[in-house]
Each structure stands twice: as C-alpha cells, then as structure tokens.
C-alpha cells in the first residue's frame, strides 16, 4: 500500500497539501515572533507618575526590549531559513510534518525564554535556558531539511553536497549559543550574551563560505 | 433552487472556497497552539533574585510547561489529522463549514484547561474539565469528516471503508482522555495523567491497523 | 488615469490581488476569535486550594466562558457571512479594503466588550457596549458588500435583487442585539441577554425566508 | 553563481516564493493589529460593582480605546500601503525579505508605545516613543519599496518616477508624527496629539497631487 502522498500521479496536488504545512509554519512562525512584544511591558505607574518616573521605567524595561529585539531577529532569521530550505522541498508526507511540528514547538516556546531573560538576564540559569531553547530550534531546522532530503521529497537537483550545505548554513545560531554556555562557567552572564551579538556576522562569512552552485527550485 | 456550491461547473472556483475555509482552520490551529505559551509564566521575582530562586521558580513552572507540551502535542495530531482528512474534501456548503467552526471553537478553548491543569493538576476536577476539552476536540474532528463523506462533498473514490476508518483512527485521544476520567475515582490525577502518554503508542497502532487502501486525494 | 486594479486586462491578477486583502481579513477573524480564550481566566487559587475551591472558581468564571461561546458564534457567523458575500467580489479597489478594514476594526475590538461581559454581565451600561459593538460589526459586514456591489467589483449575474438579500441575510445579529438595548429600560440586563438566544432561530428563518437564485460566485 | 530566485527560468516559481514572504507579512500585521485590543482592560473592579463604577471605569480606559483607534488605523493604513506596492514586485531575494522583517520588526513593536500613550498620553516622552514608533515603520515601508525597485524586482513598466512617487506617498504619517515631536517643546502632549488627525486629511491630499499614471501590477 503506497502512501497517498507518494502515489500521486497528478501534478498539482502535493504541492497543495505541502502549502498547507507550510502555511501553518508561516503561522506559527508569525504569531511567535508577534507575541514576544506583549511580555514587554512597563510597570505600572500612578496616573499622577511624572515624565522622570516614566523615563525611569522605561531605562528599566530595557533589557525587555533588547530582549524582544534578539529573539525577533533569531525567530526571522529561522523563518528566512525554513522559507530558503521548502523552496527544494515538493512534496510532504506526515513525518516531515511531524519533524516540522517539533520544529514549530521549539519557536513557540521562545516567548518565555524571552520573557525570563528580559527580567533576569544577570542570572545563569536564565542564560543557559535562554540560549539552549534557541539552540534546539536552530537545530530542528536543519534535521528537518535533512529528513526531507533522505526522504526524497525535494527537487531532484538537490546533491548530498548541497544537502549538508544547505543544512551547515543553519548552525552559526546554535554553535554560539552552546558555545557560550560552555564560556558562562569563566565569565558572568552579561559578558556572555553579549557575545551573542557575533551571530550576525558568523552567519555572514557561513553565507560567504558555503556559497554552492544551487539546483532549481521546484524544478529540476 | 440550488445551492451555489454545489450547482458550480467551473472547476476551480470550489477549491477557492475550500481553501478560504480551510485557511481559516489552519489560522484558528496556529494561535490556539502558540496562544498555549503565553500562560507558562514565571511567578514574579524580585529585581534581587538569585539563581537559585530562579531555579526553583522553574521547577514551580514545570508542571505548566509539560501542559503547554501536551497540549501542543494534541492540537498538532488534530490538525495533522484534519491536514489528512481535508485531502479528501473537494467541496465546501454552509453545514460543513459551520461543523468546523465546532471545532474549531473547541480548539481555541483548549488553552483554557491547559492553563488550569498547569496550576492545579492534582485536582480531579481540573483533570475531568482538561480530559473532556481534548476529548470533545477530538471527537469533533472525525464528526466534521464524516459530515463531509455522508454529503458528497468528498473525492469519489472514498468508500464507506475508508471514511470509517479516517474517522476511526482520529479517536485514540479522545478514548484514552474519556476513560481516564473513569480511572479517576480508582487512583488519584497524577496516575491518571500519566497515563496519557499511552496515547501516542496507541496511536501509532491504531495507524498500522486501520492501514488500508487509500483513493487518490483530489483526484478520482 | 484609471485606477490599476480597474484597468487590469490579465485574468488572473485581480485575483491575487483580491486574495490578499481576503486573507488579511480572515487571519483577523481567526486572531480575534482565538484571543477572546485569554480573557477567561480562573482567579488565582494558592497552591493548597482542594478540589471544591476550583469547582467554586469554576462556577464563577462560567458566565466568562458563556462569553466566550457567545463572541465566538457570533464572530464565527460573520466570518461566515464574509466568506459567502467575498465569492461573487472578483476585484479589490482601495476603498474596499478601507471599508473591509473598518469591519476588521469592530471584529478585533470585540474581546474588549467580551470580557467586560463576562464580569459585570449584570449591568446595564456593559450590556449596551457589547451590544453595540456586536450590531455594528454586523452592520459593517453588509455594507462593505453593497459598497463592492454598487462599485460594480462583484460578478457579473449579481441582480440588485440578490445584493440586497445578501446584505439582509446579515441582519439578525444588528436587530436583535439592538432591539434588546431597547428592553433594558423595561427588564433588567439578565433578561435582554437570555434574549440573545433567539438570534440563532431568526438567523434561520431569515435564511429560509430569503433563498432566491443566485448567480453563479466567480464565474457569470 | 546565480541566485536561485534570480535565475529562474520557470514562470510560477517566483511567485510562489514571493507569495510566502507576502502571506507571512500579512499575518504578522494582523497579529499585531488584533493585538492592540488586549491592552485595552477595564480596571479590575469588585463583583459588586454598580453601573456607575463601570461607566467611570469605561471613561478611564478612553484614552485606551483611542489609542487603539489610532493605531488600528496606523498599522491599517501600512497594511494597505504593502499591499499597494508588493502587487508591482515580482520577485523576491534575501535582501529584500531581510529588510521586509525589519518593518515587521517596526510593526510588531506598536503594541508597546501603544499601550503607553493609552496610560500616559499627557508625558512628552511618552508621546516622543509613540510618534518616534510609528514614523520608524512609515519610513520602513518605502525603504522597502525603493530596494525591490532598484534591485529589479519589479514589473518591468515601473519608471524612476514612478518608483519615487509611490515612496512619498507613504510618508504623510512619518512626517506629521516626526514634526509634531518638534512642536512638543512649544506646546503640552495632547495639543501634539490631536494634531496626528490631520495624518488622514494630508494622506488624501497627497494621493491626490501624487496621481500619475500607472504601470499593470504584475503584468507590463
């Protein structure tokens, strides 16, 4: 007995059901990366609360904002690499749907790591939860690329090479995140995060490093 | 006087209609299950804190964080189900898409439960309202299938056989939910809970059983 | 100079066009229907509170809950009437995304009155405000539609007959909901809100009473 | 080595790539729209609370209610300029999406400003933060605009002048905002603030002067 999703002869449907995963990530993706924003808030002042006062509260909700800032762009970027990576995919069966929904709940759990290290970024705890959540997302991304891949659900074009490379491109993220926890033992938090900052770059030079003649997508 | 979805001719404009409605499940879907996350919150600390209240403010959140996995865990399978099932749909009317929104509405009450079982899981009650929430939703998704075979509005190929059976294999949750409310008088919530993650294994069996020859979505 | 949208002579463009502004709307409805579960909320019990403190807090928050279902049907109703009237648009102008997007305004607004009435249900003044936000959300609806008819973005087969049945199709909500502000004067707010029930049958009736032929939607 | 979604040869591939990155904007500006409400709350009030508590309580929250009006509006109003100018881009490369999410990242924020000049509208920084939030976004969007034209990714038939105009004519909310900051030095808050009414009025008057003739969306 063929899976239905394999024994379709017409060429239209699969990429329809393939839509609708993808439509559900772009969801998921969207309303996390949306939702950070209402873990920012300002503590509550009297209304007779002066400009100084609210000056004050703004200085302290700070760390909220960068907070709200770096998970905005980990969650973009993440999304810009799953947006990359289904262009080669055409087809879904229910294990990359299902790979691809723990991939959707390791995003959907970032507001709260956000949340806590918006409020107690000085605290290791807080790091180390911080940074192995956004570690666990940046790697499912990856797998589920590769599953897809060994699955033979993407483009014909797609060789082992540009597979891995494409899978490699993910991991400037997670390897600064663990690798900063492993430097949390010598130094304090904050020295730590912001090392997070080299991420940008990383995955620039990553981009510059791994550039590969490409297959087509969706066409081969 | 017939109704216009069904009297259509053209080919295309039904699947417009359906796809409208099932984006509008897919939307519901995805903020039910990212909506979950904003109820796990960190007990408020003060700015002083130390690692170690952090830390126990953690394992304090951690019955809440395993609701917040359970809980995407069933609203993925349910969705993943309805991924499956809409396969088969070609057509949309009135009663389908209002069966839905059923169903729908079930959905985006689950975070409801899932914030009470997270803060009070050791209560029967809590368990009983958590159980038949779940169980409702799951009972609704094959409901809202076999509306659609029953009316026509399925690819032809779909047998009585098959309808039965993609209606079937949607009821390990709401079975094993239902009957732990029975145990519930027998051993107290905890043990009942536990047992819950009976319902992947027996899923995965009831998916090997009900394996069965399947029609061509979308195309007969 | 005539307005691009109008002056299009491809087929397939307007659609997309078309397309975006109705996703837009849907993915407000989906967001506005699935946030109004955040306002039901169990006041917060200690962590030593028995089974019969969370049947009491239960029996409490029930009238939230019976917002909920209320805000939910009636948004999922007018989703639902959105879907029907958007089959016979085939063209978006600029104006029909301002007037669509003041509906969205009134349907985003709704989990405001929502969870004003589900705490003090039993006053007059939060009695109006619901009702009123609920009657104009449900006027908005028809009139985005006539706009669209009269504007002549619909298809072809659309008699002034069927526009104006279709805009009437809506009303039931708007009439009964404002119909019941006129009663508060005589009965107290318990009352008029049991009132609310009848919208479902009227709906109905209106539904029987006003089936007419109807064009072919999208195709003429 | 080419792009990949430069080198295309395939007629429907960009477009669906496109398409992505335009449904995941949509849906992060209907969060963030849909989100503005959950800032809008009553004080808590005792059970016990007359219809007088209620409606001073609901005179209270109208800043809120304005607030959210206001930037309903705002994040509308951006929504309708994406929408205007993404049907002339036809293709979409990394670049674009990146600074396409620094917009979202600008939109995603609004919730927060907004929610301070719902409690405290009558403090300069408060109206700085706001005015500065909203302008940010309304200069993101032509940014936008201007690298999809000068990077090649729009139809064929968009002029230079073209291009410029439909850049300008977003920005008579970024101006207004930015120069009533200017004004606040002379006059209190709330003068500044009812001056943002004029936004609307000066946005028609600038469709109108900037009406010019216009390229086929998508087609040329």
């Known amino acids: 007995v063929t899976h239905p999703a394999r024994g379709l002869a017409a060429a239209e449907e699969p990429r329809l059901d393939l839509e609708r995963a993808v439509f559900f990530s772009d969801a998921v993706f969207?309303?996390?990366?949306?939702?950070?924003?209402?873990?920012?808030r300002l503590p509550t002042l009297p209304s007779s609360a002066t400009?100084?006062?609210v000056r004050r509260a703004l200085a302290q909700v700070m760390p909220q904002i960068l907070a709200f800032a770096l998970s905005f762009v980990t969650i973009g970027v993440y999304w810009v690499a799953h947006w990359r990576r289904f262009r080669y995919i055409v087809r879904a069966d229910v294990r990359l749907v299902s790979l691809n929904l723990v991939l959707l709940g390791l995003v959907a759990f970032i507001p709260f790591p956000t949340a806590m290290i918006g409020q107690h970024g000085d605290l290791p705890t807080v790091t180390i939860v911080y940074a192995v959540t956004l570690a666990a997302a940046g790697i499912a991304g990856p797998l589920v690329w590769l599953y897809a891949w060994q699955a033979g659900l993407v483009v014909p074009g797609v060789t082992a090479r540009f597979a891995w490379f494409t899978a490699l491109r993910g991991v400037a993220f997670p390897t600064v995140m663990l690798a900063s926890i492993a430097l949390l033992t010598i130094e304090g938090p904050?020295?730590?995060e912001s090392w997070w900052v080299l991420i940008l770059p990383l995955q620039f030079l990553i981009n510059r490093a791994l550039r590969t003649p490409e297959p087509e997508p969706h066409e081969a």
């Open 30 to 40: 969207a309303i996390a990366i949306t939702l950070l924003i209402i873990e920012v």
């Open 51 to 53: 400009d100084a006062d």
């Open 190 to 192: 904050y020295p730590v």
